[in-house]
C-alpha cells in the first residue's frame, strides 16, 4: 500500500504551530508538519505580510521533497492558494473555514471591504488584534483551552489583510472546503460562498477552530482527505 503524502497544516491569524497541536498527536503516525507565518507576531514593527506568508508556505512544502496535502485555516488559505500554486508536489488543499481566495481579491475586500466589528485595527502601527477572541475564535473549546490559546494569540499584520493575490492554486489543484457550521468569525454564508470553488464540500458542527474543541474529529477527516489524495502530477 502506498503512503500517504504529507500533511503541512497552515494557520490562520493571530495564531502560530501550537494551535494544531492536538491534530499533530492524533496523527503522530503520520508525516505531519506545520508553518509559522512571518505575519503574526509578538512586534508589530517585524511583522511580515501576505506574500511573506506565502513564501513561507511555499518554503514548507518544498522541503518536503514528496507529495503533500496542504490544510488551511481561516486567513491562512490566502497566502497558501498564493504560495503553492504551480509547485507539482501539492496532491491536494483542504480549506478549513478558509478565505480561499481568487486572484485580486484580499481579506479586506473578502469582508465587504470594511473591517468586522471585532477586529482592533491600529492602522498606523500596522496590524489588527481581534476583540472578544474567546467568544467570536474559540466558542465552543472548552474554557481552559479557549484562556490558553487566547493568551498565545499575536499580533496580526493588517498589510496581509490588505494585499490581493497575484496567483490561485484551487485553481489547478483538488481541494476540500470544511464549513464551519457554528463559525462566529467567517459567516456560514461567506464560507458556502467559498465552498463553491472547491472541488468538494465537508460540514463539521463546530465553531472556528475545530482543531482545538474537536482535535480527534478534525484528524479524522484529514486522514480521510490524505486517504483520498491522488498522486502528484508527472514533473
Do not use: K
Not at 507576531?41 to 518544498?62: E, M, T
Not at 509547485?87 to 488543499?93: E, I, K, M, P
Not at 459567516?187 to 463539521?204: I, K, N, Y
Request: proline fraction near 8%; charged fraction near 20%.
Amino acid at each position: 500500500m502506498p503512503s500517504m503524502p504529507t500533511l503541512v497544516l497552515v494557520p490562520g491569524a493571530w495564531q502560530g504551530p501550537w494551535a494544531w497541536r492536538g491534530v499533530v498527536e492524533e496523527l503522530s503516525d503520520l508525516d505531519v508538519r506545520t508553518v509559522e507565518l512571518p505575519s503574526v507576531g509578538p512586534d508589530p514593527a517585524a511583522l511580515g505580510d501576505l506574500h511573506a506568508d506565502a513564501a513561507a508556505v511555499r518554503f514548507a512544502v518544498r522541503q518536503v521533497g514528496g507529495p503533500v496535502l496542504v490544510c488551511a485555516h481561516g486567513y491562512g488559505a490566502a497566502p497558501v492558494s498564493e504560495g503553492v500554486a504551480g509547485l507539482a508536489d501539492v496532491v491536494g488543499l483542504v480549506f478549513l473555514s478558509g478565505l480561499s481566495l481568487d486572484i485580486g481579491e484580499s481579506v479586506l475586500a473578502a469582508c465587504g471591504g470594511e473591517p468586522p466589528s471585532w477586529w482592533d485595527v491600529h492602522e498606523a502601527e500596522g496590524y489588527v488584534d481581534p476583540r472578544r477572541p474567546a467568544q467570536v475564535l474559540y466558542t465552543d473549546a472548552d474554557a481552559a483551552t479557549s484562556r490558553g490559546a487566547v493568551d498565545r494569540l499575536g499580533h496580526q499584520s493588517l498589510a496581509a489583510f490588505e494585499q490581493c493575490l497575484t496567483r490561485a492554486a484551487w485553481r489547478t489543484v483538488p481541494s476540500t472546503y470544511v464549513v464551519c457550521e457554528r463559525d462566529a468569525a467567517i459567516p456560514v454564508h461567506a464560507q458556502e460562498s467559498l465552498a463553491e470553488r472547491a472541488g468538494r464540500v465537508l460540514r463539521m458542527a463546530t465553531a472556528h477552530s475545530p482543531f482545538l474543541s474537536r482535535p480527534a474529529q478534525l484528524a479524522g477527516v484529514l486522514r480521510a482527505e490524505l486517504a483520498l489524495a491522488p498522486a502528484p502530477a508527472t514533473r
